[in-house]
C-alpha cells in the first residue's frame, strides 16, 4: 500500500536528505530527530494537501539516476606534503575545491562549529574552506543548503557539492533538470552516525565545554591509524583508540548506524556524484610506492563533468596515477548492504537510560546488569504485563535487562512457539536470552552482573518444579546480587516436600533482598524458610500508567461504541449468566477475551458461547480494551489489577483454581472488597456491582505503594553485597588509579562489593585475570573513592 506523503516512509528506506522538506510547496514538512538523533521529515497534517509532490522527489522512492559510469576510472592521489598532512587522506577535497574557487565557483561541504554540531556550509574562499578538511563521521546537518545552491546555479555560480551518496541523490532529485553548473562530490561513506552519540560522547567523556577541538582521525600513529584526537582547553590532548575509545570503536562496528544505511541505494555502482573521493585502502598491496604512511586519496571519475575536473587538479598533485578499481575497493563502501552491529538498537535503547560508554561496553561485550527470571514467556497476559513493568522500572534506574528464556526446556515446546503473543511481544519488546538447559545455565554468570526472580506465581511449587531449582538461583554465584520482586506462591501455603523445603530455606537465605506480593507469603517466608520477606506491589501497580498507554497505542484495534470488557479465563455457565445481567443492566455491549493460551481458545470459546469473542489478542490488544471499556467483568487477579489501574469500575470474580489468596491480598489492599465475589452469582443479587467507582482513596494508596516498591527496588539493587571469600596466596592487586593493597595470606577477606560500581567501572582485562572477580571489585570501588 503506497503512502500518502513522505512522513509515512519507513526509517529504513529514508535518508534524512531533506529534499523533501523544500519541495513541498505548502510548506509542510520539517526535518525534526527522533529518538536515536537522526533527522527525518515529520508533516504537519493541517497544511499537507496529499498532493504527492513529496514522495516524487525523494530519491529513496523514485528511481536513482543511473546515468553515471558503471565502471569508473579509479586514481591514486596525492596533494603536496603539508596538504596531506592537513587532510584525513590525501587531499583531493581540497584540491577540488581549489579548482571550483578559482573558476569563481563556490563550495558547500561540511564544517563543525565550537558547540561540535556538525553542519554544511558554503565557502567562497580558500580560508572557509579549511575546516570543511578531515572527515567528519556524523551525520550533517544539511539545513537550508538545497534552497540556496538552487539560487545561487540560477545566478550562474558553479557550485561544489560534497556530502554521502545519499545526501548527493536527494541535491539532484530536487534541483531536477536544473544543474547546470553543479559539481557533486560523493563520499565513500561508512554510514551515518548520530549527532546525539557524538554529543554524548563528547559531554560524558571531557564536557563539551571542555573541548577546544576534535578530530574523527589523526595521522599521529600513522595514515593507517583508527584514532580520534581531542584538544583541551586546558592543554591536554587526548589521543582515542578504535579499540578503547567509546565513539571510535562504536563507529567502526556500526553500532551507530542509521537504519536506511544497512540497505543503501547510493552506495553501489553507478554513482551519484560527478565525482567519488575517499581513502585508497589497500592500495599498498597493489603497488607500495603509492602508499607512504602520510595519506593516499580515491578518484573515481563517474562522468565527463568529473573528467574535466580530475583533469584540472592532476597538475597540482604530487601523484596521480591510474589503477585498477578492484585493487583498492578492501574496506570501502561499494556494496548495498552494510551490516549493522547485531547490538545496534540496543545500544539506542540502552542510551535513554544510562551512559554512552556504559551502552558501547556492554553492548560490545554483549553483557547485561540484570538477568530477570520467570514466567514472562508464558501465554498469559496478565504475566506479560507484570515483567514488562518491572523491566521498564529496573531500565528507569539506568539497568540494562536480558529476559532469561524458559530454562530447562530446549527441544520443541508450545509455549514457546514464535507465533504465540506472548513470543511475538518478548521479540519487540524483550531482549531475550537463548535458551539453556538446567545445567547450562551458570553460563548466564558471564553475561549479568545481577538476577531477579518474579513477579507472579514464580515460587508456586505446581509451576517452580518443572524448572528444577533454578527459580530459586540455584545457578548463581554467591557473589552475584539475587533478588527476588514481588514473588508469590499462588496460594497461602507451600505445597513442598519436606526435604525441599530445607533445600529451598537455604537458597532463599543466599538471596540479598527478598519481596513477595501477598502479606500471606511474608508469613510463609518466616515460618517456613526462617527468611524476612518485604510485602511490596505487583510491578504493574509501580509502574507509571503512561508505559501500558504507550503499549494500548500500539494496537490496530479501534472501538468506537462504548462496551463492556469481560477477560474469562475459566467460563462457566454461571459467569455467563453474569455477562448477561450485567450487558443488559449497564446498558453495553459485550466484548471478550479469553485465557490466552492457544490451546485453550477453542475449548474455552465453546464454554462460553457468546458473540464478540476476540480472537488473535495481542497483548497490545489486551491492553487496549482495558484502558477503553466502560466496566470490566472478570476471573483474573490481573484483570482486576488493569480495571484498577485505569479506574473502571468492575465486578471481580475469585478463581480458586488459580489461587484465591491473590483476589483477597489485591481487594484488601486497595479497599475494594466490595467488588469482589466467590460466587459469580451474587453479582446478579448486589445491585451494588452496577454503581460506579470512586478511586480517590484507591488513589492514594496506589501512590504511596508505588513509592515503596520504587525506594524497596533501588536499595535492592544498589545496595552494599558482602560476601566472604578466601585467598591462600599473596596478591598485589593494581588498579588503573594504581591503588597498591596488598592481601595476606589465608586471611578471610569482607569484601563489600557495590553494585552500582559495578555496573559502571570495570578494570583492564590484565588486572582481571590476576585476582578473582569479586575481590577485583572491591579494590576497583576503594581506587575510585
Same mark, same amino acid.
Given at each position: ?155 550562474? /555560480? ?56 576534535? *578530530?574523527?582521525?589523526?595521522?599521529? *600513529? ?213 535458551? *539453556? ?105 509501580? /509502574? ?22 469481560? *477477560? ?49 489478542? /495481542? ?167
Amino acid at each position: 500500500m503506497s503512502v500518502k506523503h513522505i512522513g509515512d516512509l519507513k526509517k529504513t528506506e529514508c535518508y534524512g536528505c531533506s529534499a523533501c522538506v523544500y519541495s513541498c510547496p505548502f510548506g509542510a514538512i520539517t526535518m525534526e530527530r527522533d529518538s536515536e538523533g537522526f533527522r527525518y521529515p515529520v508533516v504537519d497534517e493541517e497544511k499537507c494537501t496529499g498532493c504527492g509532490k513529496c514522495r516524487k522527489i525523494c530519491p529513496s522512492i523514485c528511481p536513482k539516476d543511473m546515468s553515471n559510469a558503471p565502471e569508473p576510472e579509479s586514481y591514486a592521489v596525492w596533494a603536496d606534503d603539508k596538504l596531506r598532512m592537513d587532510s584525513t587522506s590525501g587531499g583531493a577535497f581540497t584540491l577540488i575545491a581549489r579548482n571550483i574557487l578559482a573558476q569563481g565557483g563556490v563550495v558547500c561541504g561540511v564544517v563543525m562549529d565550537e558547540k561540535f554540531h556538525i553542519f554544511h556550509t558554503i565557502a567562497t574562499n580558500e580560508k572557509e574552506i579549511e575546516p570543511m578538511r578531515r572527515s567528519k563521521y556524523v551525520e550533517s546537518d544539511l539545513g537550508d543548503m538545497f534552497p540556496r545552491i538552487k539560487e545561487l546555479l540560477e545566478k550562474g /555560480t558553479k557550485v561544489l557539492f560534497t556530502g554521502t551518496p545519499c545526501q548527493v541523490a536527494g541535491l539532484k532529485a530536487y534541483l531536477g533538470n536544473k544543474r547546470e553548473g553543479l559539481i557533486a562530490v560523493d563520499l565513500m561513506c561508512h554510514g551515518g552516525t548520530s549527532p546525539k552519540v557524538f554529543e554524548r560522547y563528547l559531554d560524558e567523556t571531557f564536557g563539551r565545554e571542555n573541548v577546544k577541538r576534535f *578530530y574523527f582521525r589523526t595521522k599521529y *600513529y600513522g595514515y593507517n591509524g583508527t584514532t580520534c584526537a581531542v584538544v583541551l582547553k586546558d592543554g591536554q590532548t587526548y589521543m582515542g583508540s578504535g579499540e578503547l575509545d567509546p565513539f571510535v570503536k562504536g563507529s567502526y562496528r556500526s553500532l551507530f548506524l542509521r537504519k536506511s544505511c544497512e540497505d543503501c541505494k547510493f552506495a553501489s555502482m553507478p554513482r551519484q556524484g560527478d565525482i567519488t573521493i575517499g581513502d585508497c585502502w589497500g592500495i599498498a598491496k597493489y603497488k607500495a610506492e603509492l602508499s607512504d604512511g602520510r595519506g593516499t586519496s580515491l578518484i573515481l571519475v563517474n562522468n565527463e563533468k568529473g573528467r574535466k575536473i580530475v583533469e584540472e587538479i592532476s597538475a597540482n598533485t604530487q601523484v596521480f596515477e591510474k589503477v585498477p578499481l578492484e585493487a583498492v575497493t578492501w574496506k570501502n563502501r561499494f556494496k548495498e548492504h552494510m551490516q549493522a552491529h547485531s547490538q545496534r538498537d540496543r545500544f539506542f535503547e540502552m542510551l535513554n537510560y544510562t551512559s554512552m560508554h556504559k551502552a558501547v561496553k556492554y553492548c560490545m561485550e554483549n553483557r547485561y546488569d540484570v538477568g530477570v527470571l520467570g514466567v514472562w514467556f508464558g501465554c498469559n497476559y496478565g504475566s506479560i504485563a507484570t515483567y514488562y513493568g518491572l523491566m521498564k522500572q529496573l531500565q528507569g534506574l539506568g539497568l540494562s535487562v536480558l529476559m532469561i528464556d524458559k530454562p530447562g526446556f530446549v527441544g520443541r515446546d508450545r509455549e514457546v512457539a514464535e507465533e504465540n503473543h506472548s513470543r511475538v511481544f518478548a521479540n519487540t519488546h524483550f531482549h531475550v536470552s537463548k535458551r *539453556y538447559k538446567l545445567n547450562e545455565l551458570r553460563i548466564l554468570n558471564h553475561i549479568c552482573d545481577s538476577f531477579v526472580i518474579g513477579s507472579d506465581q514464580v515460587w508456586n511449587h505446581g509451576i517452580a518444579r518443572n524448572f528444577g531449582r533454578s527459580f530459586l538461583m540455584d545457578f548463581v554465584r554467591d557473589e552475584k546480587k539475587k533478588v527476588a520482586v514481588a514473588a508469590s506462591f499462588g496460594h497461602d501455603r507451600d505445597f513442598r516436600s519436606n526435604r525441599e523445603r530445607i533445600i529451598a530455606s537455604e537458597y532463599f537465605k543466599r538471596f540479598d533482598a527478598i519481596s513477595v506480593r501477598e502479606e500471606s507469603a511474608v508469613g510463609i517466608m518466616k515460618r517456613v524458610f526462617g527468611v524476612d520477606a518485604t510485602r511490596v506491589l505487583d510491578p504493574v501497580f509501580s /509502574t507509571d500508567r503512561q508505559v501500558y498507554d504507550d503499549i494500548a497505542a500500539e494496537s490496530t484495534r479501534n472501538e468506537t461504541e462504548p462496551y463492556m470488557l469481560t *477477560y474469562i479465563l475459566d467460563p462457566t455457565p454461571e459467569k455467563k449468566e453474569v455477562i448477561r445481567h450485567l450487558s443488559e443492566k449497564l446498558g453495553l455491549r459485550t466484548i471478550h477475551i479469553l485465557d490466552g493460551t492457544p490451546w485453550n481458545y477453542e475449548s474455552n470459546k465453546e464454554k462460553l458461547g457468546m458473540d464478540t469473542i476476540l480472537e488473535n489478542v /495481542t497483548f497490545q490488544d489486551w491492553v487496549y480494551y482495558f484502558k477503553n471499556s466502560s466496566y470490566v467483568l472478570t476471573d483474573s487477579c490481573h484483570g482486576m489489577s488493569f480495571a484498577i489501574i485505569y479506574h473502571k469500575p468492575f465486578a471481580g470474580i475469585g478463581n480458586a483454581h488459580r489461587g484465591m489468596t491473590r483476589f483477597a491480598s489485591l481487594t484488601k489492599l486497595f479497599h475494594v472488597e466490595d467488588r469482589f465475589v466467590t460466587n459469580p452469582l451474587d453479582i446478579i443479587k448486589n445491585d451494588h456491582f452496577l454503581e460506579p467507582m470512586d478511586y480517590t482513596q484507591v488513589e492514594e494508596i496506589m501512590e504511596k505503594e508505588k513509592a515503596f516498591f520504587q525506594d524497596w527496588l533501588k536499595n535492592a539493587m544498589f545496595s552494599e553485597k558482602t560476601v566472604k571469600t578466601y585467598q591462600a596466596y599473596p596478591a598485589k592487586i593494581e588498579t588503573t588509579e594504581a591503588a597498591d593493597i596488598h592481601v595476606k595470606i589465608n586471611e578471610p577477606i569482607q569484601v563489600k562489593q557495590t553494585f552500582l560500581r559495578r555496573v559502571y567501572y570495570h578494570l583492564p582485562v590484565k588486572v582481571q585475570n590476576k585476582v578473582k572477580p569479586i575481590v577485583k571489585n572491591y579494590f576497583k570501588k576503594k581506587a575510585q573513592q
